[in-house]
T-cell receptor
């Protein structure tokens, strides 16, 4: 079967750095993605890692270790607008479809 | 570029009633997905279409759920009859080419369904 584990909630202050971890178990693995979802909004794509290492896009970075079945999303210089839920999702299974974790609710405080 | 459109945005029905959701993907996107997102959980894929053919419907409860994409563009998801546990947000997404890890999925705003 497939499973993804990520913390349910994280709280941080404006300007800080926060790391959201994700561990996964899946039959067939093609890559790890991160999505952001504001309350009542649509999930929006943040990043995709197929190979080990760090990918940086502005204030957000994503890391993958395939040997450890582990990845993380790093958010720097936090802003109030970063308050949202963050989902890790693996492309896996027999069809290579997206399988989402339960999400981490990030609250950024002044 | 217009995003994925969905309607209605909200729907309240009684259990055992029927309901239908509509999705119009981004223009030119071949692949369309329907996801179910229960409160506090991540989206779960229900069905994937490539053009007007079904690629994966392994997690679609086919005794009550059905979906179609007749002309390879917009799509309809139907629930008949609805159960209390169907209360969720139904998200539609699309990607340019065939599904899989090289294709970013773009999500619509979803339809929030409450079954009483």
């Amino acid at each position: 079967g497939q499973s993804l584990e990520q913390p349910s909630e994280v709280t941080a202050v404006e300007g800080a750095i926060v790391q959201i971890n994700c561990t996964y178990q899946t039959s067939g693995f093609y890559g790890l993605s991160w999505y952001q979802q504001h309350d009542g909004g649509a999930p929006t794509f943040l990043s995709y890692n197929a190979l080990d290492g760090l990918e940086e896009t502005g204030r957000f970075s994503s890391f993958l270790s395939r040997s450890d079945s582990y990845g993380y999303l790093l958010l720097q210089e936090l802003q109030m607008k970063d308050s949202a839920s963050y989902f890790c999702a693996v492309y896996g299974g027999s069809q290579g479809n997206l399988i989402f974790g339960k999400g981490t609710k990030l609250s950024v405080k002044p | 570029e217009a995003g994925v459109a969905q309607s209605p945005r909200y729907k309240i029905i009684e259990k055992r009633q029927s309901v239908a959701f509509w999705c119009n993907p981004i223009s030119g996107h071949a692949t369309l997905y329907w996801y179910q997102q229960i409160l506090g959980q991540g989206p779960k894929l229900l069905i994937q279409f490539q053009n007007n053919g079904v690629v994966d419907d392994s997690q679609l409860p086919k005794d009550r759920f059905s979906a179609e994409r007749l002309k390879g563009v917009d799509s309809t998801l139907k629930i008949q009859p609805a159960k209390l546990e169907d209360s969720a947000v139904y998200l539609c997404a699309s990607s340019l080419l065939a599904g899989g890890p090289l294709q970013t999925q773009y999500f619509g705003p979803g339809t929030r369904l409450l079954v009483l």
